[in-house]
């Protein structure tokens, strides 16, 4: 079983609907990451926050809005997406952030359906 | 940009054979590979991964050769079963990226035939 918990399993929202999904690690990893994975597709990169702040941002459209309340949460806030938004939001943390390399640990991932 | 790929979508093997799934990349700075597991519905899942300074590592039943001269890395599967059909996602990490940024392959579909 995964370490990572993400919420919800799946979401179906509008394009004008506010919606978040959150994600949840107890292994005391400082470094948490949110990736976006089409069908068929690689997972890509979105948001990577260090120490509770953010860090990297690969040039993801303000409609995604990532928040790290503590060390052990980390949450994607939706708002006015469009269907080609529709994907597999993976969360990942890793041991520490300092470190060059280091094994991800993913959640199950929330899937989502913008209609 | 420079990538992670993948030679084969898709490999089917035979229940009890071997099986290798191959990845080239393009970046000649990174240095630590990971080979990930996703199966239908799942999340990635870790299965072994290697630093630049060695050409092999071993762990249960698998096997993950670099070859730094081609910038190609490969998994092992020795002894194929059914439980390891998923998709196989090779990863590289550049150093030169801040943090612990890793960069994924195409993926290969690993079928295992009864």
């Known amino acids: 079983d995964t370490e990572v918990t993400q919420t919800p399993k799946h979401l179906v929202m509008g394009m004008t609907n506010k919606k978040s999904l959150k994600c949840e690690q107890h292994m005391g990893h400082r470094a948490m990451y949110w990736y976006k994975q089409k069908a068929k597709k690689p997972p890509e990169l979105m948001f990577v926050?260090?120490?509770?702040?953010?860090?990297i941002n690969e040039s993801v459209p303000s409609r995604f809005s990532p928040e790290c309340p503590n060390s052990s949460l980390l949450n994607l806030h939706l708002h006015a997406l469009q269907p080609e938004d529709s994907a597999l939001y993976l969360c990942a943390s890793s041991q520490d952030p300092d470190r060059d390399t280091g094994e991800l640990f993913f959640g199950e991932g929330s899937r989502l359906t913008v209609l | 940009g420079e990538s992670v790929g993948l030679h084969l979508p898709t490999l089917s093997v035979q229940e009890g054979d071997n099986s290798i799934i191959n990845c080239a990349y393009s970046n000649s700075a990174s240095d630590y590979f990971i080979w990930y597991k996703q199966e239908s519905g799942k999340g990635p899942q870790f299965i072994i991964d290697i630093r630049s300074n060695m050409d092999k590592r071993q762990g249960q039943r698998v096997t993950v050769l670099l070859n730094k001269t081609v910038k190609h890395l490969s998994l092992q599967i020795a002894a194929t079963q059914p439980g390891d059909s998923a998709v196989y996602f090779c990863?590289?990490?550049?150093?030169?990226?801040?943090?612990?940024?890793?960069?994924f392959g195409g993926g290969t579909r690993l079928m295992v035939k009864p």
């Open positions: 990863a590289e990490n550049d150093p030169y990226n801040a943090g612990n940024m890793l960069t």
């Open positions: 926050y260090s120490y509770e702040k953010l860090s």
